[in-house]
């Protein structure tokens, strides 16, 4: 059974600019979700996605967004990219239950220049 | 609101010691417990679980137990290996498949 698949892996972006990153979960498993690790703020939580829908939202500005399709796969969007933005961007994937676990994916290491 | 504190790190140890890393949380109601793992370069994998008071996650000589009374998952294995240096994350959810975490604790293991 095949991971949760992120790419690219690997990102540099100028300050401004916009990226998208993309997140396929494991088969079956509807709900998808994003968080943010860097060095200071530790591992914070951006959105969940359910069956297209988002059902829960983080802590974070509106330049920050996603969305999912009807095959689940996930992708989110940075608009307007500060320095502060570079961080490694993880996908986890669950069958969307409460209190169930999440499976990750290696992530996107985003850095803005 | 709901929140998890780990012990800060990094925990160095030699090969074959007893690793503990402290773990507490605050939550209203009874959230699900879990322990990840972050190898570098990697993203996360669980390493255990638990679900209700008194369950003892296990999995790879690793165990944690939950302790309602002391609202505390505390991570122990008996005889650490190199391998096993990594980043330890606690986290909960409640009622969402939102993750809470904790700050993460640097384990590094010396032969």
């Known amino acids: 059974k095949a991971g949760v698949t992120q790419t690219p892996r690997y990102l540099i972006k100028t300050r401004g600019q916009q990226v998208t990153l993309s997140c396929s979960p494991i088969?079956?498993?509807?709900?998808v979700s994003w968080y943010q690790q860097t060095p200071g703020q530790g591992l914070q939580f951006l959105f969940e996605?359910?069956?297209?829908?988002?059902?829960n939202k983080g802590n974070f500005p509106g330049r920050f967004s996603g969305r999912q399709f009807s095959n689940s796969r996930s992708e989110m969007n940075v608009s307007t990219l500060e320095l502060g933005d570079s961080a490694l961007y993880l996908c986890a994937s669950s069958l969307g239950r409460a209190n169930t676990e999440a499976f990750f994916g290696q992530g996107t290491r985003l850095t803005v220049v | 609101g709901n929140s998890v504190t780990q012990m800060e790190g990094p925990v160095t140890l030699s090969e074959e010691a007893f690793l503990t890393i402290n773990c507490t949380y605050t939550a209203t109601g009874y959230p699900s417990l879990f322990w990840y793992v972050q190898y570098p370069g990697e993203g996360l994998q669980l390493l255990l679980k638990a679900t209700k008071a008194d369950d003892k996650g296990s999995n790879k000589g690793f165990e944690a137990t939950y302790r309602k009374e002391t609202t505390s998952f505390h991570l122990e294995k008996g005889s650490v290996q190199v391998s096993d240096s990594a980043v330890y994350f606690c986290a909960l959810t409640y009622n969402t498949d939102k993750l809470i975490f904790g700050t993460g604790t640097r384990l590094q293991v010396f032969p």
């Open positions: 088969s079956g498993h509807r709900s």
């Open positions: 996605y359910f069956s297209e829908t988002q059902r």
